[in-house]
């Protein structure tokens, strides 16, 4: 094992982006997705999306991450600026 890093809570979708090291956590419960840096085993961020909002999509040549949000219908775009 590398290492331990608390979460938010229960993950529910897991995106690795290697170029940059970073590992995003969809949480639904509480709606967040924890950014972690690999290299170091830490989380970096926490970012709040929506109750329920689990289901990611990510675009690793534009460093964005999509989180869909269930309770309004619509949709978050992040950009990863490190």
Not at 28 to 35: K, L, N, R, S, T
Not at 51 to 68: I, P, S
Not at 72 to 78: E, P
């Amino acid at each position: 094992m590398l290492g331990d890093v608390p979460l938010s809570g229960a993950p529910d979708v897991v995106f690795l982006h290697p170029q940059l090291g970073r590992l995003y956590v969809a949480i639904g419960d509480p709606g967040v997705i924890d950014v972690i840096d690999v290299g170091t085993m830490r989380a970096v961020e926490v970012v709040s999306t929506e109750a329920g909002a689990h289901t990611l999509a990510l675009d690793r040549k534009r460093n964005k991450v999509y989180a869909f949000l269930p309770q309004s219908h619509r949709a978050s775009v992040f950009v990863d600026t490190i």
